[in-house]
C-alpha cells in the first residue's frame, strides 16, 4: 500500500518567492495535517483537516500561509511570500477517524530552504 | 495548553543493554500518549501508544509505563539492537478536540 505521499522531496527557493507543498493522504483516510520540524521548535502542528474541512489552524504561523485541501485525496500548503525563517522541513500526516488520538501516518517530507 | 517535556535529547548506549526515555506532560487531562521513532530522512512512525486507563503496555523489545498522577511517562527499550539507533518522540494528547503536543527529541545512538 502505498503511504502517504510528499512532493517536491526538497526544495530551494529565494526570499520573496511562492512555495507550494503537496500531499496525496492515505486512501480511506480522512483526517489530514500539516507539521513543520525545525531544531529549534520541534515537530508544530501547523493546520489539522477532517473530511476536507480545517478543523484548527491555530498553528499557521502567519497570513502568509495558507492551506487547502479540495478533496479526500489531496492538499496544498502554500507559503507567499517566503522568508529565511519558513526553512523547515515540512510533513504531512493522515489518519483514520476524527480528532487526535489516532496513529498519524506521516509522509517522508519535504525539506524547504529559503535563501 | 498542553506542554510536554522529554529527556535526555541524546541518549547513547551499548548494543544489548536497555534504553530508558522520559517525559512529563502538564495537562491533566491528556489521557493518550504515543512515541513515535524517526529515522534519518524519513517521517516519524508510531510505535508504541498507551491510554490513561493503563499504567504499562509492551511490545517485544518496547514498553511504555504511564504514572497519571505524577504526570510522566517512559519508554524502554531492552536489548538494543543498532536499528533501533533513531530519534524518539513521546506526545500527549487530551479528548478529540485536544491537539497532540510532541516533545523535543531524544537522539538515540546504539554503540556497536
Redesign the interface.
Given at each position: 500500500d502505498a503511504g502517504?505521499i510528499q512532493s517536491p522531496r526538497h526544495e530551494v527557493t529565494e526570499m520573496g518567492q511562492e512555495v507550494t507543498l503537496r500531499c496525496k493522504p492515505i486512501s480511506g483516510h480522512n483526517s489530514l495535517f500539516w507539521y513543520r520540524q525545525t531544531m529549534m521548535r520541534?515537530?508544530e502542528?501547523l493546520i489539522?483537516f477532517n473530511n476536507n474541512v480545517p478543523i484548527?489552524d491555530s498553528?499557521m504561523p502567519e497570513d502568509r500561509f495558507s492551506a487547502k485541501m479540495p478533496n479526500a485525496s489531496f492538499s496544498t500548503l502554500k507559503i507567499q511570500p517566503s522568508e529565511p525563517r519558513d526553512s523547515a522541513v515540512y510533513?504531512c500526516?493522515s489518519s483514520f477517524g476524527?480528532?487526535?488520538?489516532g496513529?498519524?501516518f506521516?509522509?517522508?517530507?519535504s525539506r524547504l530552504t529559503v535563501l | 495548553g498542553e506542554n510536554v517535556e522529554q529527556h535526555p535529547s541524546t541518549l547513547s548506549v551499548q548494543e544489548g543493554d536497555s534504553a530508558v526515555i522520559k517525559c512529563t506532560y502538564s495537562d491533566s487531562a491528556s489521557n493518550y500518549f504515543p512515541w513515535y521513532k524517526q529515522e534519518l530522512g524519513k517521517g516519524p512512525q508510531l510505535i508504541i501508544d498507551i491510554r490513561s486507563n493503563v499504567g504499562e503496555k509492551k511490545d517485544q523489545r518496547i514498553a511504555v509505563t504511564l504514572n497519571k498522577t505524577a504526570k510522566h511517562f517512559s519508554l524502554h527499550i531492552t536489548e538494543t539492537q543498532p536499528e533501533d539507533s533513531a530519534v524518539y518522540f513521546c506526545a500527549a494528547g487530551g479528548s478529540s478536540a485536544s491537539k497532540i503536543i510532541f516533545g523535543s527529541g531524544t537522539r538515540l545512538s546504539i554503540r556497536p
Amino acid at each position: 500500500d502505498a503511504g502517504v505521499i510528499q512532493s517536491p522531496r526538497h526544495e530551494v527557493t529565494e526570499m520573496g518567492q511562492e512555495v507550494t507543498l503537496r500531499c496525496k493522504p492515505i486512501s480511506g483516510h480522512n483526517s489530514l495535517f500539516w507539521y513543520r520540524q525545525t531544531m529549534m521548535r520541534g515537530l508544530e502542528l501547523l493546520i489539522y483537516f477532517n473530511n476536507n474541512v480545517p478543523i484548527d489552524d491555530s498553528g499557521m504561523p502567519e497570513d502568509r500561509f495558507s492551506a487547502k485541501m479540495p478533496n479526500a485525496s489531496f492538499s496544498t500548503l502554500k507559503i507567499q511570500p517566503s522568508e529565511p525563517r519558513d526553512s523547515a522541513v515540512y510533513f504531512c500526516a493522515s489518519s483514520f477517524g476524527g480528532g487526535y488520538t489516532g496513529e498519524l501516518f506521516f509522509g517522508e517530507g519535504s525539506r524547504l530552504t529559503v535563501l | 495548553g498542553e506542554n510536554v517535556e522529554q529527556h535526555p535529547s541524546t541518549l547513547s548506549v551499548q548494543e544489548g543493554d536497555s534504553a530508558v526515555i522520559k517525559c512529563t506532560y502538564s495537562d491533566s487531562a491528556s489521557n493518550y500518549f504515543p512515541w513515535y521513532k524517526q529515522e534519518l530522512g524519513k517521517g516519524p512512525q508510531l510505535i508504541i501508544d498507551i491510554r490513561s486507563n493503563v499504567g504499562e503496555k509492551k511490545d517485544q523489545r518496547i514498553a511504555v509505563t504511564l504514572n497519571k498522577t505524577a504526570k510522566h511517562f517512559s519508554l524502554h527499550i531492552t536489548e538494543t539492537q543498532p536499528e533501533d539507533s533513531a530519534v524518539y518522540f513521546c506526545a500527549a494528547g487530551g479528548s478529540s478536540a485536544s491537539k497532540i503536543i510532541f516533545g523535543s527529541g531524544t537522539r538515540l545512538s546504539i554503540r556497536p
